[in-house]
């Protein structure tokens, strides 16, 4: 029996994603990989797999796969509805489907992504060690399609239930702290220019940048030119020629010319992660320890 599942349907973007691929940064590489990483690991916990195994985030539900063999899989992220066969059988706990079984996911009312994970995780072939997609340098699987076959890999433990797994409720207003350096220099009073703006998260958004609207960001006399391109991490928050800043998600290229302002510490990545457009964001400056 051929371990699979068959994507019948993948709402508005659907990816494979694992933990990434760090470490490739030198060779122009992003990390890549889940952009919400606590609901991959949630997920991968409940559907019995090792944390790092590779599994699907879709972005606004509308993903529908077929199951080619027994299998279990778990939803997590924001709270979604799970439908196996047309009935709902919730989030953020294991599901085991028979073969033929198809499972469904709704649209979110918060928050943007979705994490499956599957019992033996997504087994495509990695690439520079990794099975996650990369947007921007096109490494890893295509962008999902129906039709597509999943193949799976072996499961390597039971699918394990938690006592209690309330799903996360993304907030539409956040507050996130930005570690300055290391061109704050390059910006008249950095702290107290990001602390007065409420800036909006543009619909021009995506995997490899958080993009903000608001008033712009002015720069302190004497840097009107722009840097030679320098290395940038994952959170890096650069700060482009309009003045509004771009907050650099798992996808990010690994240089680039402008000044970055400061850097969002990874703990909150994930909270940007499911930041729908027109989100408020508040940026709350921390000097370097």
Known sequence: MTRALTVLATGPLALVQ????????HLGVPPSGALDVPSLRLANRLAGNAEEAAGIECVLGGLRVRAETSCTVAVTGPSVPVLRNGHDVGSHAPVH????????????????????AVSGGIDVPPQLGSRATDVLSGIGPPPLRAGDVLPLGTPVGPPVGEDAVPPPSPSDHLTVPVVLGPREDWFTDPAAQLAGVVWAVSPESNRVGL???????????????????????????????????????????????YPVIG???TRYLADLAQARPGTKIRLRAQAQH
């Open 18 to 25: 694992d933990l990434g691929r760090p470490g490739y940064g």
């Open 211 to 257: 993009r903000l609207l608001g008033e712009p960001l002015r720069r302190a006399p004497g840097f009107e030119g722009e840097l030679t391109s320098e290395g940038v991490i994952t959170g890096a928050v650069q700060v482009p020629a309009s003045g509004r800043p771009v907050i650099f998600l798992a996808d990010h290229p690994t240089t680039g010319g």
């Open 263 to 265: 850097v969002v510490p």
């Open 97 to 116: 489907l028979r073969v033929g079984d198809v499972v469904e996911l709704g649209s979110p009312t918060a928050g943007l992504r979705s994490y499956l």
